[in-house]
């Protein structure tokens, strides 16, 4: 995997140390132990675990989902249930996936791999989306990550 910067998930309903409270039509950080003053409180899923989120067989979200950059720390994009993904896989000897991209059109370079004969082959999009998130398998023999895209414009949300 290259040189991509995880962001922190927030799924809707999923209890963990710190969450992100929507209170009053703001969203704020929170702890668990306040999760009862909010009107749904969203928890942080170690990074791999946003498959059990997803519907693989009809590529939705099964709840709402919040991706935090730590580079931008007020700001947020928010996937609401239901979102329609496109999902796509790259598998190899080697996988390399391309930088930190938001936005992808279809037929973008995303990724490098390297086959069991030592040849590179150039990974290009499939369809058009904002990456939610890019999941690193690479202790899997072969290698390969899976590129969960969201097909609709997420929202953008400030956290307080």
Known sequence: MSEYSFPQLFVEGVDSERIICLKN??????????????IKYYG????EEILKYIDLEKAILKKSTILFNTGEPSKALFFSENTQLCLQEAKGRRVFYIGSMKHVRKNDLIAYIVTGKNEVRNI?????????????????????IIVVMAIEQPGEIIIR
């Not at 942080?44 to 990074?47: A, E, F, T």
């Open 124 to 144: 290009y999009s499939i369809c058009e989306g904002f990456i939610l998130a890019v999941i690193d398998l690479t202790w899997e023999r072969p290698e390969r």
């Open 25 to 38: 039509s703001e969203y704020t950080w929170a702890s668990i132990s306040e999760k009862n003053n909010c």
């Open 44 to 47: 942080g899923i170690p990074y």
